[in-house]
């Protein structure tokens, strides 16, 4: 079956230490973002990508990049951590045309010391 | 700009009991509207969505909703609530391609 997964689902890091979450889907979809959740806050968008060689920044980008090789992957780097970043982060997946649906990873929990 | 907006942070409603989740809106076109469910420790599911039609939307786990273009609203119902729906809700509209989600709603169910 066709899925969506991430790496690591935990991790602690320290403040200043760059830190990459990887988001693997075998769905085949061209859109993939990536969204944080606090509490408070519900899922706020971060990065997103419609297809290879495309990205684009959400409403809480500052701080953090992505980059599309390839329809698969869309890893989120956290290039220097600051204790702000601590949250609950999701990758999500939607074919094109497909009104919205979109296809969530379990999550990844960070921790920045 | 549109937005979303879940008045309730927690509910609390028994076993059995009747469930409604509000959820408001504020677009400026036919808003296409999402709810999805997240269970502790898992990634979000959609439960159903709205396009265009029929303003009551059938999902799944026996949920339904109704939009209201007249009060921007599009709110959750279950008639009997079960354990098992002890999750957090999102209410969520299409910008685009992108959703723009609501800050959720905490269901607890109380035996």
């Known amino acids: 079956d066709a899925e969506i997964t991430q790496s690591p689902r935990h991790k602690i890091t320290e403040t200043g230490r760059q830190v990459t979450l990887a988001c693997h889907q075998t769905?085949?979809?061209?859109?993939m973002f990536w969204y944080r959740q606090d509490l408070g806050h519900g899922l706020r968008l971060i990065h997103y990508?419609?297809?290879?060689?495309?990205?684009n920044k959400g409403e809480v980008s500052d701080g953090y990049s992505v980059s599309r090789s390839n329809t698969e992957d869309l890893p989120l780097t956290l290039e220097s951590a600051a204790s702000s970043q601590t949250s609950v982060y999701f990758c999500?997946?939607?074919?094109?045309?497909?009104?919205?649906?979109?296809?969530f990873g379990e999550g990844s929990r960070l921790t920045v010391l | 700009a549109q937005s979303v907006t879940q008045p309730d942070i927690h509910i609390t409603v028994s076993e059995g009991a009747s469930l409604e989740l509000r959820c408001n809106y504020s677009?400026?076109?036919?808003?296409?509207l999402f709810w999805y469910v997240q269970s502790p420790g898992q990634g979000l599911q959609l439960l159903l969505k709205?396009?265009?039609?029929?303003?009551l939307v059938q999902g799944i786990k026996g949920f339904e909703a109704e939009f209201k273009r007249s009060q921007s609203s599009f709110n959750l119902r279950k008639p009997s609530v079960h354990w098992s729906d002890a999750a957090e809700y999102f209410c969520?509209?299409?910008?685009?391609?992108?959703?723009?989600f609501g800050a959720g709603t905490i269901l607890r169910v109380k035996s």
């Open positions: 999500a997946s939607s074919e094109n045309g497909g009104a919205g649906e979109l296809f």
């Open positions: 769905w085949n979809h061209n859109n």
């Open positions: 990508s419609y297809g290879v060689q495309d990205t």
């Open positions: 677009y400026g076109a036919t808003p296409y």
């Open positions: 709205y396009f265009s039609g029929d303003t």
């Open positions: 969520a509209v299409l910008k685009g391609n992108k959703l723009v």
